[in-house]
């Protein structure tokens, strides 16, 4: 990061990390001035809030409730105020001080204090180096994707992956060491009536040109064999038992089918460009259930119940009655036994500090009582446990307003969701540029259609249902993918045109001037306030419209000043708003998983 050197104020010379480092700064000073004005600082409070920028950059809100208490007149406390802050030489020489109202103060950072700000974060590295402090030395373990194998994925698998993969990019840009982990469903009752199919139903061909779509089909041939004959089922069940008695033939036919589902989703995760470090899933725990049975035991927090293992959380009026399942009636263990393992594999083997697991809401009680078994469990054998979130996602909808399904009923492939958009994205870029080569389309509309699908996935609030549309996700204008992959290409051809490299000597550049280039200025330097919220609530939605009204004011600011102008002074301050406008749209499209392309 570049020293400040636009003024000699305090403000500037602290290295300043984002915006709300910049009022914390501000209620020092305030507070320094309330002592000056010997208000009695026992009972003030600068109370200080980044303001509506109609009416300036950031507000001190104290002076009403001093007053109030006090009984006197607020807008005499803020003139009090406000004439001891012009005197503090540091705040004065970056912003203007007024009082409005009933005694608000209001400040507006002078043009060179956002000048000085972007001129000190102008590389990735930059923006990087402040962001990194938020995680630093925290490693996360991110489970997401996570579906059950030897099935095909469908429409509704796309959330966990898409959201999943922002929120390891964002923690991996705050400082944070992610471990990608893909827990995948890959041992249970399906394998008997999948593997007594494919003993005697197998088509060869077919598992080499669609493994999940053959393996799927098995598993519903299985299903539906056993339901329509009782020898068939007992037979299922044989399978069953000799899979998870260890028999070698069932293990090696498992391995088999576990490679190739692995292998077919795999495929679907390379397009999405979305890469796992690990695939521990549910069988990979199976051996180590009988140690949480002993330990929830010993730990008094595991009792039989109707001839289960369960743990009650009565002090929750919902779990009072509806125990944690950890071991079935029939021995078996299950879905809530793995995960309690998974747990302290995370934190014994990854030295977790933090775990998040993305799935969708209706697993909320699940997590809930894992969370709260795990809380005190881990603390009644000493252990510290990770701080664990689960991050959950409301369903997709068709435009009948049930959960989206194609013409057939079925459910949608992903994979054939993901070709179709990629094909629809050809066919529009086609129209728009009749001359690109076949290969820049074909790149290009790869580009486009996957980042539609994902942009529309992440841009509504992740707690909410959202209704599937082609022609919302594909549109060039709103809130879509294509509007901001256009926005930066755009700012890509400015440079272009004017022949200007994005490196230029920003020494040349005068101080902002006009409204639009202080909005735009304001604008960027919001984005670490705004990664900051992301974060804080794992919410992608944010940092969406965060950059669909960074596109919007850049929109603003270009079509009313001209950025290549004869005077140099303008012309570089403006190739700065661009160039930074064009970063901070690459860096958070690429925390949502999105490339930018140059040209489209
Ligand atoms: N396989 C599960 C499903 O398809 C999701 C697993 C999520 N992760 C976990 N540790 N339980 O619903």
């Not at 000073?29 to 026992?42: G, I, Q």
């Amino acid at each position: 990061m570049r020293l400040l050197s636009h003024s000699d104020s305090l403000l500037f010379r602290l290295p300043m990390q984002n915006w709300f480092d910049v009022v914390k700064k501000l209620d020092f000073h305030a507070l320094e001035a309330a002592k000056r004005a010997n208000l009695d600082t026992s009972i003030f409070s600068p109370d200080v809030h980044p303001a509506d920028p109609r009416f300036g950059d950031a507000q001190i809100n104290g002076a009403l409730p001093y007053a109030k208490r006090l009984k006197t007149n607020p807008r005499e406390i803020a003139r009090q105020l406000v004439s001891q802050l012009e005197r503090d030489t540091e705040l004065a020489s970056v912003a203007e001080i007024s009082i409005a109202g009933p005694g608000f103060i209001n400040l507006r950072f002078k043009s060179d204090f956002f000048l000085s700000w972007l001129q000190a974060f102008s590389t990735e590295e930059d923006f990087q180096a402040s962001a990194s402090k938020i995680f630093e030395g925290e490693r996360v373990v991110v489970d997401y994707g996570s579906p059950n194998t030897a099935k095909q994925m469908h429409v509704g698998h796309i959330r966990s992956i898409v959201i999943g993969e922002s929120i390891c990019r964002l923690l991996e840009f705050c400082g944070a060491d992610v471990t990608r982990d893909n827990h995948i469903g890959d041992w249970g009752t399906p394998y008997g009536k999948l593997f007594y199919a494919y003993k005697r139903h197998l088509d060869e061909s077919a598992l080499k040109e669609d493994p999940l779509g053959e393996l799927e089909r098995l598993y519903k041939l299985g299903s539906q064999l056993a339901n329509d004959d009782d020898a068939v089922l007992e037979e299922c069940r044989e399978e069953l038992v000799k899979l998870q008695s260890g028999e070698s033939d069932a293990i090696a036919l498992w391995e088999r089918v576990n490679q190739l589902s692995i292998d077919g989703l795999t495929e679907i995760y390379d397009l999405l460009d979305v890469h796992f470090d690990h695939y521990l899933g549910e069988s990979f725990y199976r051996d180590q259930v009988e140690r949480v049975y002993d330990e929830l035991e010993k730990a008094g927090l595991a009792e039989e119940s109707e001839g289960a293992l369960v743990v009650f959380h009565p002090e929750h009026k919902r779990y009072a009655k509806q125990p944690f399942i950890i071991r079935k009636s029939d021995g078996a263990s299950n879905y809530a036994t793995t995960d309690l393992a998974t747990m302290l594999y995370r934190l014994e083997h990854f030295k977790a500090t933090r775990v998040i697991i993305v799935t969708d809401d209706r697993q909320k009680d699940h997590f809930e009582q894992l969370d709260l078994t795990t809380k005190k469990w881990f603390e009644k054998t000493g252990r510290s446990r990770p701080d664990f979130r689960h991050v959950m996602f409301g369903k997709i909808m068709g435009d009948d307003g049930k959960p989206i399904k194609s013409r057939s009923g079925d459910p949608i492939r992903l994979k054939d969701l993901v070709y179709e958009s990629i094909d629809r994205a050809y066919a529009i870029v086609k129209e728009k540029n009749p001359h690109m080569t076949e290969e820049e389309l074909r790149q290009i509309a790869t580009t486009v259609g996957v980042s539609a699908i994902k942009y529309a996935d992440l841009s509504p609030n992740r707690m909410s249902n959202y209704v599937f549309s082609w022609e919302k996700l594909l549109s060039f204008e709103g809130n879509t993918a294509p509007y901001l992959l256009y926005a930066a290409a755009r700012i890509q051809s400015i440079f272009r045109k004017a022949g200007a490299s994005t490196k230029i000597d920003e020494s040349k550049a005068t101080a902002f001037e006009t409204e639009e280039e202080m909005a735009l200025a304001r604008k960027i330097m919001e984005i670490v306030g705004i990664l900051q919220s992301t974060i804080e609530t794992l919410r992608p939605h944010i940092l969406c419209n965060y950059l669909f009204e960074l596109a919007g004011v850049f929109s603003a600011f270009y079509n009313a000043d001209k950025v290549i102008v004869d005077d140099i002074g303008i012309k570089t301050r403006r190739l700065i708003l661009c160039q930074r406008s064009l970063l901070v749209l690459k860096i958070g499209l690429s925390l949502l998983g999105i490339k930018t392309l140059d040209r489209m």
